[in-house]
Every structure is written in structure tokens, then in C-alpha cells.
């Protein structure tokens, strides 16, 4: 049964969650390995390698903001069992990173086990982690306001959340929501991506595809052509209004086609452990100074090539290795759910049971 029900699941967002993958590490690969002048304010932005990789980003940055937006438009349904799959995830993820840290500098530090292992969300080393964790939790408040507020409360709402994310934010510079790292821009696209839900309907907009793409595609542009006019304010944040508008129209773009795939779905359920594994710090410390080798060695376009290629097959790689995690995390779910069987046996009568979710997806 659950694999007849992952078959009948549409594809077109967990596609698009992969895309978004393949956004991230070609960014990544970017700015932190073939051109790092790109993250400098007021830095001079005149090698052919550092023009080609600004316009690109113009393309790839919206990533994340994209990623919410799936999130909002199919909401996030808190229970505890994806709470403590969420905490078992970061907790391998970080317990992986200090035993790759120990192999690639032979140095131990067993409080650093003890911290990124048992405390993955407060001390996770991905300003992305914290942050969703935080959309998670006001998830079901978020949730009751997308399902129950009409057309002028939710307008009302996006206009104050751009005010505060936007204008505040990016314009003002205000401390803590200026490059919208934080829960704050989260829950803006995430309320955005449930305004699209509630009230526009995709399949009218499968006429305007090309609206939409290019739309995207501008968005992209002036973005980029904003950062060389704009050299001494921060170019890479997330509640540009250029990087907002263009993963709105990129998401509307992609929810416009429909289609199942068993294997996208499948491997868009690890999606989440590629950004985990390629921004990790050993990974930054041994892939981004090659990628910067391989692009003051190769100028322009063969350089490029290479860095596609990284981009579509570490996202492949680390999807497969995270299929490796499920398989080893089995055992502890099925404690899991002997735990809670017995927790819920124990319950006097009347009392709340301890909710949570099977493997089926069956609560209990």
C-alpha cells in the first residue's frame, strides 16, 4: 500500500525539491569555491569566470526561498514521530561530520560528539536548520491561519510580512532580518506558498508557462545586474525583492506540469540530506579549494561544464547515501514504536494518547 501511494503522488514537487538541490550545490560551488569574490561587498567583479557565476546565481539563489514555498503550499504537518525524525536526521548528520572531521585532521574532540550528536538543532552548523525547525513548531498556527483566513486577511498579512522582511529588512537593514537567514523569511514564503494553495489555481496558468519562465528568468537578471551597480550592499540575501519575485514565478512555472514518477519521488525524500552533506565543513574544506583550482585553471565556459557536472551528480550521490541512513536508523524505529505502543497502554483512560505516525503513515 505505501508504495502504490507514492506511485499516485504527484511528481512535479518532488522534482522541484530536487531542483532546488541542484540550485544550492551549483551556488555553493560558486561562491564559496570558483568565485568567493562574489560574497565580498564592494569587491570588483571583472574576471569573465566571476560575470558568468553572478548571472548564474541570478537563477540558482532562489532555492531556498523555492523550498518553502512547497512547504507552505502543501503545509507542514507536525507530529512527534517527524519531530524525532527530524532530530535522529541532523544528530547522523552531525555525528558523520565529526567522524569525517577526525579522519581528515586525525583530531578528537569527544564534547564536540557529544554537542553536534544530542543538540543537532541548537548547535547545527547550518544557519538552515534552526531556522526550519522554527517553522516547524508554528507550523500548526500558520496552518490554521492558511486554512481559515479569507482573501483580505491574507492579503493584509503578505503586505505587513514584505513591510517587515522586505522593507525593513533588506532596504532598512535591520539587525537579525537584513539578508532573511532566519525563521522570520521562512514563514513569509511559507504564508505565501499557502496564499498560492488557497487561492490561485495552477492549472489556469498552464497557457502563461512562458510568462512565468521569463519572468524568472528577468527576475534572475536584475538581480545580478543589480549587484554590479549595488557593489557595497549585500547581494546574497534571501528577501531580495528580485530573488522573491522569481521563485514565485519559477514555483507557479513548475506547478503548472503534472506527472507521477516512482524514482523522483524516492529520491526526493533525501533531498533534504544533500544540502547536509555538501555544506558540510569537511566537505567545504576539501571540494571548494579544487573547484577554485579547477576555475583560475579553465576560464570560461570549460569550467562551467565541470561544475554542472558536480552539481547534478553530488545531489544523485548523496540521495543514494542517505537511502544507506534509512536502512541503518530501522532498528531504532522499531523501538520506536515499541516505545510508544507501551507509553499509550500505559495511558490512564481518558487521558490523551501519545499521537504519532507509523511507517504507513497511520496514526496511532
Not at 522541484?16 to 560558486?30: A, D, E, G, K, S
Not at 554590479?228 to 514555483?251: C, D, E, M, R, V
Not at 555544506?279 to 565556459?301: H, I, M, N
Request: include cysteine.
Amino acid at each position: 500500500m505505501a508504495d502504490r501511494t507514492k506511485i499516485a503522488r504527484d511528481s512535479n514537487a518532488e522534482l522541484l525539491r530536487l531542483v532546488c538541490m541542484f540550485f544550492i550545490v551549483f551556488h555553493h560551488i560558486l561562491v564559496h569555491g570558483s568565485c568567493p569574490e562574489l560574497l565580498e561587498r564592494g569587491a570588483a567583479i571583472s574576471t569573465t569566470n566571476a560575470k558568468i557565476a553572478l548571472f548564474l546565481n541570478g537563477l540558482f539563489f532562489p532555492a531556498v526561498n523555492i523550498f518553502i514555498l512547497i512547504s507552505g503550499y502543501y503545509g507542514i504537518k507536525p507530529t512527534v514521530r517527524k519531530f524525532f525524525n527530524l532530530y535522529t536526521f541532523c544528530a547522523f548528520y552531525g555525528m558523520l561530520n565529526y567522524f569525517a572531521r577526525i579522519i581528515a585532521t586525525g583530531q578528537h574532540m569527544w564534547i564536540s560528539l557529544i554537542i553536534n550528536t544530542f543538540f543537532p538543532f541548537a548547535n547545527s552548523s547550518y544557519w538552515f536548520i534552526p531556522c526550519y525547525i522554527a517553522l516547524f513548531c508554528m507550523a500548526p498556527l500558520l496552518n490554521r491561519f492558511i486554512q481559515e483566513s479569507s482573501r483580505k486577511e491574507f492579503r493584509i498579512t503578505i503586505i505587513l510580512l514584505t513591510f517587515a522582511n522586505v522593507w525593513l529588512g533588506y532596504f532598512g537593514n535591520k539587525s537579525g532580518i537584513n539578508a532573511g537567514y532566519c525563521a522570520m523569511q521562512m514563514v513569509y514564503m511559507y504564508v505565501i506558498g499557502g496564499f498560492i494553495k488557497r487561492f490561485v489555481n495552477i492549472q489556469n496558468l498552464k497557457n502563461k508557462r512562458w510568462i512565468l519562465i521569463s519572468a524568472y528568468v528577468l527576475c534572475g537578471a536584475l538581480w545580478a545586474i543589480s549587484g554590479l551597480i549595488q557593489t557595497k550592499k549585500g547581494l546574497f540575501t534571501y528577501n531580495h525583492p528580485f530573488n522573491i519575485l522569481g521563485s514565485i514565478a519559477f514555483f507557479l512555472f513548475a506547478m503548472t506540469f503534472s506527472f507521477k514518477n516512482r524514482i523522483v519521488n524516492w529520491l526526493s525524500a533525501s533531498a533534504l540530506a544533500v544540502y547536509m552533506i555538501q555544506s558540510a565543513p569537511v566537505a567545504e574544506e576539501y571540494l571548494y579549494p579544487k573547484v577554485k583550482f579547477l576555475s583560475d585553471t579553465y576560464e570560461g565556459g570549460g569550467s562551467f561544464l565541470i561544475f554542472t557536472g558536480l552539481a547534478i551528480t553530488i545531489p544523485i550521490v548523496s540521495c543514494l547515501f542517505d537511502k544507506i541512513r534509512v536502512l541503518v536508523m530501522k532498528p531504532i524505529w522499531q523501538v520506536y514504536d515499541i516505545l510508544v505502543s507501551q507509553v499509550n497502554k500505559k495511558r490512564k483512560s481518558g487521558l490523551p494518547e501519545f499521537e504519532h505516525e507509523t511507517e504507513s503513515g497511520k496514526r496511532i
